[in-house]
C-alpha cells in the first residue's frame, strides 16, 4: 500500500502547545456527557456487587441474560419515548400512567418509583460497603 507523502511543516507547527487566547476553554455539558452520567446513575454500583455472583453461579450464560434483560429495557424505554412524543406532559412518566389506565395507576407508578428510590439508596451504600 503506498504511502502518502507527509506535509510540509506550516508556521502552526512551530506555534507552542499551550491554549491560545482565542480558545479558551468553556464550561458547559454536551448532550454525550449528559448521556453517560444519566447511563452511570441508572446502573449504579448495584450491577457490578452483583455481577461477581451471577457469573460465578451461572457461568457464560449470564452475558444472554444480560442481553434479554437488556432488549427489555430498551423497549421499554423506545416506548415510554413514544408516550412522550405523542402526549407531552410536564410530569414524570406516572403521568402517562394516569393517562392511559386511570388516577390509581398514576398513583401507584408514582409512589412505587419513590418506594424504588428509597430502597435503591441503601442498597447502593451497602454495595459501596463491602
Request: glycine fraction near 14%.
Amino acid at each position: 500500500m503506498p504511502r502518502t507523502p507527509a506535509s510540509p511543516p506550516t508556521a502552526d507547527a512551530a506555534a507552542p502547545a499551550g491554549p491560545s487566547a482565542d480558545s479558551a476553554l468553556t464550561h458547559g455539558l454536551k448532550q454525550r456527557h449528559l448521556s453517560m452520567i444519566a447511563l452511570g446513575g441508572v446502573i449504579g454500583a448495584g450491577l457490578f456487587v452483583g455481577s461477581g455472583a451471577g457469573i460465578a453461579a451461572a457461568g457464560p450464560s449470564i452475558i444472554v441474560a444480560y442481553a434479554i434483560s437488556g432488549l427489555l429495557v430498551m423497549m421499554v424505554m423506545r416506548m415510554l419515548g413514544e408516550m412522550s412524543a405523542a402526549n407531552p406532559a410536564s410530569g414524570s412518566f406516572s403521568v402517562h400512567a394516569e393517562r392511559a389506565i386511570g388516577p390509581w395507576a398514576g398513583f401507584t407508578a408514582g409512589w412505587s418509583f419513590w418506594f424504588l428510590l428509597c430502597v435503591a439508596v441503601g442498597l447502593e451504600g451497602i454495595g459501596a460497603a463491602q
